[in-house]
Antibody, heavy 121, light 107 residues
Framework: QVQLVESGGGVVQPGRSLRVTCAAS????????MHWVRQAPGKGLEWVAV????????YYADSVKGRFTISRDNSKNTLSLQMNSLRAEDTAVYYC??????????????WGQGTLVTVSS | DIQMTQSPSSLSASVGDRVTITCRAS??????LAWYQQQPGKLPKLLIYAASTLQSGAPARFSGSQSGTDFTLTISSLQPEDVATYFCQKYDSAPLTFGGGTKVEIK
């Protein structure tokens, strides 16, 4: 079965960097687009970024553009999100999510359990 | 970018009531609209996609409809396990924006 497991969250000071990753299993990772979605404590869902199956196409939410970078390693079945210049408003649970389709934009059938990133001094 | 406006932000209804939640897109998105349910403390769960197609495993009391850029999620007979926050999401193209959410409670 599809399994997505995030890691790398923690407490980080404003302005610093952090990298979160998602280990995927149970499907042919290299064939499908992957997304990051975040949810601030007690708030709604915010789509963050998507990367195409081959890593060539990437799109970002305006709120993170220029600060966050999505990447993938298809040889290791891992998805990453490099977060630079972190702000208090980036505090959230970060989920990797996807659907088993070839489309870059498609609703999310599968979600990881999430990893909490707290930006605080 | 296209904005997704959900209403109401919260509602309270009795078991057995018909409940309606609306999501409005600021521009046309065809039928590229999905609905998710997030029960307290749980992950979001896909309920409906393509505006009106029920996801496999979702209860038949959930339905979706569309009128232009207005989308509606209907729960035909509210059940206690439907207590959750519901989100719409556009997926015509990036950004895959979510609506603000509607919290549904039992009266």
């Amino acid at each position: 079965q599809v399994q997505l497991v995030e890691s790398g969250g923690g407490v980080v000071q404003p302005g610093r960097s952090l990298r979160v990753t998602c280990a995927a299993s149970g499907f042919t990772f290299r064939s499908y687009a992957m997304h990051w979605v975040r949810q601030a404590p007690g708030k709604g869902l915010e789509w963050v970024a998507v990367i195409s199956y081959d890593g060539y196409n990437k799109y970002y939410a305006d709120s993170v553009k220029g600060r966050f970078t999505i990447s993938r390693d298809n040889s290791k079945n891992t998805l990453s999100l490099q977060m630079n210049s972190l702000r208090a408003e980036d505090t959230a649970v970060y989920y990797c999510a996807n659907s088993i389709t070839a489309a870059l934009s498609w609703p999310f059938e599968y979600w990881g359990q999430g990893t909490l990133v707290t930006v605080s001094s | 970018d296209i904005q997704m406006t959900q209403s109401p932000s919260s509602l309270s209804a009795s078991v057995g009531d018909r409940v309606t939640i609306t999501c409005r897109a600021s521009q046309g998105i065809s039928n590229y609209l999905a609905w998710y349910q997030q029960q307290p403390g749980k992950l979001p769960k896909l309920l409906i996609y393509a505006a009106s197609t029920l996801q496999s495993g979702a209860p038949a009391r959930f339905s979706g409809s569309q009128s232009g850029t207005d989308f509606t999620l209907t729960i035909s007979s509210l059940q206690p396990e439907d207590v959750a926050t519901y989100f719409c999401q556009k997926y015509d193209s990036a950004p895959l924006t979510f609506g603000g959410g509607t919290k549904v409670e039992i009266k």
